[in-house]
C-alpha cells in the first residue's frame, strides 16, 4: 500500500523537520521527566495540530490520511516519543471531538487555539477505579442553575500538567450506565479544577501526565459537549480515531530502528565477522521489517476509511492491536541485537523499549482490543 | 404499539442477538438485567430507537425503570410520539 504523493512529500517533510527541529537532548527530559514546551509550538508551527480541521477554524483542511504519513515521519525524525504521545493525545481526546460534537461557538472558540499550539488539551476520562471499565465511572454532574457542578477524580490524564483545555466525562446518574455519561470541555482555570498529583511513569516520560481533581468544579451549561447522556459517543468517537492513529509515529520509530540494526549488524563484528551473518541475528531483523510491512497497511487503512468519513471501530482496534505488539516485540529485537549497548541509556534503544510498552496499554489495553473484536464478530 | 415492539425486537435480535429465535425475546424479556444489553449496546439501541421513530429521549429516560424491557420501552415511544 502505497502514500499518494502529496502524503510521501508531507512524510518527507516531516523528517526533515523533525531532524532539525526536534532534535533536543531527550536522554536528559526523559530522566528529569521535562516536557519541552518550544518543541510543542514548533509542531504547531509546523501544522500537526492543525491537519486534520478545516481552514474556518484554523486548520490546514487535510485529510486524516496526510496526518499520518507525517506522524510517520515525525516517529523517523525524532528521538522525542513522549512529545508525540502528547501531540496524540491533544489531537484525538480534544480537536477531533470538538471538531465532531462540539457547537459552532465552541467551534470558533477553541479549535483556533487547539491548532496553532496557544492551548494544550488532556483527555479526563479514566478514573482510580474505572480503567478499563470506563463507564463505570464515579465523576458525577449536577446541573445546578447556568452550570453542572463536577465532582470526582480522574487518573491517567496525559498533559494534564499543562494543559489548558480539558474534556472531561461525567455521569448524570450512575443508575443510568453508559446513557447517563455526557462529556464537558473543563478550562484550566476553572475553579475546582486541580492537578492532585503528578504520575512518573516507566515509559513515555516527556509526556506529562497527572492526576486530575474536580471539587464542586462548576462547568457552564454551554460548556457541555455533545448531547446530556451521550457521552458515550463523544468518548467513542475520541477513541476510535486515538485507536487508529496513535501508533502511525510508531511506525517510523520502528523504521528508524530497523535501519540502525542494519547498519549495526553490518558494522560490528565478533568471532570475526559481522554479527548479522548469524542467522539468530538475521532473523531478527528480518522479523522487524516483517513487522513493519504488515503494519503499516492497517495503519493506512484507519487513514482511508476517516477520509470517506466511515467508521472505523474494528479496524482501529485490529490495529491498535497489532501495532502495539509489533511495536514491543521490535524495540525489545533492537535492544537484543545491540546487545549491552542496547540495553545502555546513551544507545536510546531501551528508552524506546520502555515507550513502547505504553502502547499495550493506553486507549484501551490489547485485553479491551481483542473485546471489541469479538463483540464485533459476534462473540 | 404492536409494531413498535416489533420494530425493536428485530432491531435487538439482527444486532445482538443474531441466530436467535423471536420467540425467546419477549416484551418483557429484560434487557439490560439479563445482560442481553450492555452499555454500549444500550446506547446503540437508544440511538436506534431515536432514529427510527423521529423522537428524542433524555438522559434520565434511559434508566433501567423506562428503558430495560420491550414493552416499556414501546410505551416510552408512544408516550414521545403524543
Request: aromatic share 6%; net charge negative; proline share 3%.
Amino acid at each position: 500500500m502505497e502514500l499518494s504523493e502529496e502524503s510521501r512529500r508531507l512524510q518527507e517533510s516531516a523528517v526533515e523537520f523533525a531532524r532539525q527541529a526536534l532534535a533536543h537532548d531527550v536522554v536528559a527530559a526523559d530522566a528529569s521527566e521535562t516536557f519541552n514546551v518550544a518543541a510543542w509550538r514548533r509542531c504547531a508551527d509546523f501544522g500537526v495540530l492543525g491537519m486534520p480541521v478545516p481552514k474556518e477554524y484554523g486548520g490546514l483542511g487535510l485529510g486524516l490520511s496526510a496526518l499520518l504519513a507525517v506522524m510517520e515521519g515525525l516517529g523517523y525524525g525524532t528521538r522525542d516519543q513522549g512529545l508525540l504521545f502528547s501531540l496524540n493525545a491533544h489531537l484525538w481526546t480534544n480537536t477531533i471531538p470538538i471538531l465532531r460534537y462540539g457547537t459552532e461557538a465552541q467551534r470558533t472558540r477553541w479549535l483556533p487555539g487547539l491548532c496553532d499550539g496557544r492551548l494544550i488539551g488532556a483527555n479526563a476520562a479514566s478514573e482510580p477505579d474505572a480503567g478499563s471499565d470506563i463507564f463505570s465511572m464515579r465523576t458525577r454532574a449536577v446541573k445546578d442553575g447556568g452550570s453542572y457542578v463536577l465532582n470526582g477524580t480522574k487518573m491517567f490524564v496525559t498533559n494534564a500538567t499543562v494543559a489548558d483545555l480539558f474534556v472531561a466525562y461525567a455521569t448524570l446518574d450512575p443508575a443510568l450506565g453508559a446513557t447517563g455519561i455526557t462529556a464537558f470541555i473543563v478550562e484550566r482555570d476553572t475553579p475546582g479544577l486541580t492537578i492532585s498529583r503528578k504520575l512518573h511513569k516507566m515509559g513515555l516520560r516527556t509526556s506529562p501526565m497527572a492526576e486530575v481533581l474536580f471539587d464542586d468544579c462548576r462547568v457552564p451549561l454551554d460548556h457541555r459537549l455533545g448531547r446530556e447522556g451521550r457521552g458515550v459517543e463523544v468518548f467513542e468517537c475520541s477513541m476510535e480515531w486515538e485507536r487508529g492513529s496513535i501508533l502511525a509515529s510508531c511506525l517510523g520509530v520502528m523504521r528508524r530502528q530497523l535501519e540502525e540494526c542494519i547498519r549495526h549488524a553490518k558494522q560490528r563484528k565478533q568471532f570475526g565477522r559481522p554479527i548479522g551473518k548469524n542467522q539468530s541475528v538475521a532473523n531478527r531483523i528480518v522479523d522487524m521489517k516483517v513487522r513493519i510491512d504488515t503494519c503499516r497497511p492497517l495503519v493506512t487503512r484507519i487513514g482511508e476509511l476517516k477520509d470517506r468519513d466511515q467508521p472505523a471501530m474494528l479496524e482501529a482496534a485490529i490495529a491498535k492491536l497489532y501495532v502495539s505488539d509489533c511495536f514491543i516485540k521490535s524495540s525489545l529485537d533492537a535492544v537484543q541485537i545491540f546487545g549491552g549497548y542496547g540495553y545502555m541509556t546513551e544507545q536510546q534503544l531501551e528508552r524506546d523499549l520502555r515507550d513502547a510498552v505504553g502502547s499495550g496499554l493506553y486507549s484501551g489495553t490489547s485485553e479491551i482490543q481483542r473485546n471489541i473484536i469479538a463483540r464485533a464478530l459476534g462473540l | 404499539m404492536s409494531d413498535v415492539r416489533e420494530t425493536i425486537r428485530q432491531y435487538i435480535l439482527a444486532t445482538y442477538l443474531p441466530g436467535e429465535s423471536a420467540e425467546h425475546l419477549l416484551d418483557d424479556t429484560p434487557l439490560r438485567t439479563s445482560g442481553i444489553l450492555d452499555s454500549l449496546a444500550t446506547l446503540g439501541l437508544v440511538s436506534f430507537v431515536e432514529k427510527e421513530f423521529g423522537i428524542e429521549l433524555e438522559a434520565h429516560e434511559t434508566g433501567i425503570d423506562t428503558f430495560d424491557r420491550i414493552e416499556d420501552i414501546a410505551a416510552l415511544v408512544d408516550r414521545k410520539r403524543g
